[in-house]
């Protein structure tokens, strides 16, 4: 049986709280003013800054020992409900069922290469 302290759970409950909302805000403020090719510019952003953070994060973790609660609620919680696989499969979804393939695979190479490279560099600093 796995246990799972009831601070790890509200931990991660209240960092994808924060999370989710930082979400909806970054999406609205970024698809409500930028324009680029029809991509879903608030979900890219959105996964590009948390690949990033990670990266960063995990890099620190490696330099300073840090409580497992706060390291949940950081990486799990907050970064876990900022960004969204999911919003980004159901776009590129879309645009496949719209039968814009290119579209498509624009969306999938920006947030597949893109979040990698974010991590790599956030892991450099």
């Known amino acids: 049986m796995i246990y799972i302290s009831i601070g790890t759970i509200l931990a991660v409950g209240i960092g994808g709280f924060i999370g989710s909302i930082s979400r909806l805000y970054f999406n609205a403020i970024i698809n409500n003013n930028l324009y680029l090719l029809s ?16 990266g960063v994060l995990f890099s620190f973790f490696h330099t300073i020992q840090i409580d497992p609660t706060i390291k949940s609620f950081l990486t799990t919680g907050l970064l876990g409900g900022l960004t969204t696989f999911s919003t980004f499969s159901y776009e590129t979804f879309l645009f496949i069922q719209a039968g814009n393939i290119k579209l498509a695979l624009i969306n999938i190479i920006l947030n597949v290469f893109g979040t990698i490279l974010m991590v790599w560099i956030g892991s450099k600093i």
């Open 39 to 54: 991509i879903p510019l608030g979900t890219l952003f959105v996964n590009l800054l948390g690949s990033f953070l990670i």
